[in-house]
């Protein structure tokens, strides 16, 4: 009996060795995977597009876009906001773009009726907004009566005028002003 456990135990390592080498290469293999595709979407090199690019070609793009990213922004050297807010605006147009790329491919393919459907939502989407109303700006409370101490704190409650929100519209005041109008 006590062989049969010492040859479990003996065995146990063994055959727990082949799966995490199993789980250790999975996870490399997602890595490399998730690195081809964040790749393809910074530099759009066809060649990435491949999903069974070798393992080393993905790395040498990957070693080669990090070369480039220093040559070009040293590290170390802190950015600007103007630099962020520009790395943001072609991050948003590089996105926007790709989305649009693959409407197009979906349009294509698409039945007419659902081709006009599609556009004329785009449409009224890219249409021009109006501007939105500019935040209003924090009034001083108007100054009240002195209260009587004589006065009940209910009765003193009841005649107190109810507070004002003064903070910025709501986010819903952008979409519909006519819900955030002042009511008379």
Request: hydrophobic residues 35%.
């Amino acid at each position: 009996m006590v062989t049969r456990d010492r040859a479990e135990n003996r065995d146990g390592p063994k055959m727990l060795k082949p799966l995490v080498e199993k789980r250790r290469r999975d996870r490399i293999n997602r890595s490399l995977e998730e690195l081809r595709l964040l790749l393809l979407e910074r530099t759009r090199d066809q060649n990435l597009r491949n999903p069974k690019l070798e393992k080393a070609e993905i790395l040498e793009f990957a070693v080669g876009y990090l070369r480039e990213r220093s040559r070009v922004e040293p590290p170390g050297v802190p950015r600007s906001p103007a630099q962020d807010a520009e790395a943001l605006a072609s991050c948003y147009l590089s996105g926007f773009r790709e989305c649009l790329l693959r409407l197009a491919a979906f349009a294509h393919d698409a039945s007419p009726a659902a081709r006009a459907q599609l556009f004329s939502a785009l449409h009224g989407y890219l249409r021009p907004k109006p501007p939105r109303p500019a935040p209003v700006e924090p009034r001083p409370p108007a100054p009240r009566p002195p209260l009587d101490p004589a006065a009940p704190a209910l009765g003193r409650a009841l005649h107190q005028r109810p507070p004002v929100h003064q903070g910025p519209p709501s986010p819903r005041c952008a979409w519909s002003p006519s819900l955030c109008a002042p009511r008379a």
